[in-house]
């Protein structure tokens, strides 16, 4: 009688190895993919401090397009445990939000023209990072900056008008204007830069004169003089709103 041959040890351990070490390339792969992902786009605007001896108040607003959860605190490179800081009224800002980050620090007290860095991360693993100094008497809340570009409107190959409104809670000197990260001269744009948007102004068009390509894509940028880059893409020769 015939006998089938089943496969030898040596056949039999290899195919193990080779799944073994499928299965290590297919973790290391999505891991890899995980870490390359863009983790959202999140934004923290840092206002004034308030201080006193054994507490600061760190005023922040949430300037981004995604809500923010707030998930770790560090002063200078020491992180913070979770009874040292809290935010008023709550972690979690939703875009345009405002909130008060509370830090009595049990580790330390703060003299005045001492520099402390604060670096807040989000739960989404961002991490965003503000310098201030103790100096004198307490600071009040300035407020923050927020532009938004509405719509744009081309004229053939030569300028393009934007429209502007100021949603944040602070007036912005507009500083320049960028098209894909460049520069564009003072004499090419009106109103003449550096200008003030106050936030009781209404809606401001601000016309620059500029030669683009039909169909082509460019980032536009308005940046105001606290260094404050407003960016969206629009392509050329497409009114958009």
């Known amino acids: 009688m015939n006998q089938q041959k089943t496969g030898s040890p040596r056949n039999k351990s290899f195919t193990v190895v080779l799944i073994i070490a499928v299965a290590i390339a297919s973790i290391a792969f999505g891991y890899w993919i995980g870490m390359s992902s863009p983790r959202g786009v999140e934004k923290i605007y840092f206002g004034s401090c308030e201080w006193s001896d054994d507490e600061c108040i760190l005023h922040i607003a949430n300037t981004g397009a995604d809500e923010l959860i707030i998930n770790k605190v560090w002063i200078n490179d020491t992180l913070l445990d979770s009874t040292d800081w809290e935010c008023f009224p709550s972690m979690r800002l939703q875009p345009g939000d405002q909130g008060a ?60 008008d934007i429209v502007v409104e100021n949603t944040g809670t602070k007036d912005v000197t507009v500083n320049r204007i960028e098209v894909n990260h460049v520069g564009i001269a003072t004499g090419s744009v009106s109103p003449t830069t550096p200008f003030t948007f106050k936030t009781t102004d209404s809606a401001t068009t601000i016309t620059v004169t500029y030669t683009y390509t039909k169909g082509s894509g460019y980032d536009i940028a308005v940046v105001t003089s606290s260094g404050h880059e407003f960016t969206d893409h629009f392509t050329g020769g497409q009114d958009e709103t």
């Open 101 to 160: 980050l509370y830090i009595t620090a049990s580790l330390a007290i703060f003299p005045q023209g001492t520099t402390y860095q604060f670096t807040i991360r989000t739960l989404a693993g961002n991490s965003f990072s503000h310098t201030a100094k103790p100096q004198g008497s307490q600071f009040t809340w300035m407020g923050y900056e927020d532009l938004e570009i509405t719509s744009i409107t081309w004229t053939p190959n030569s300028a393009f």
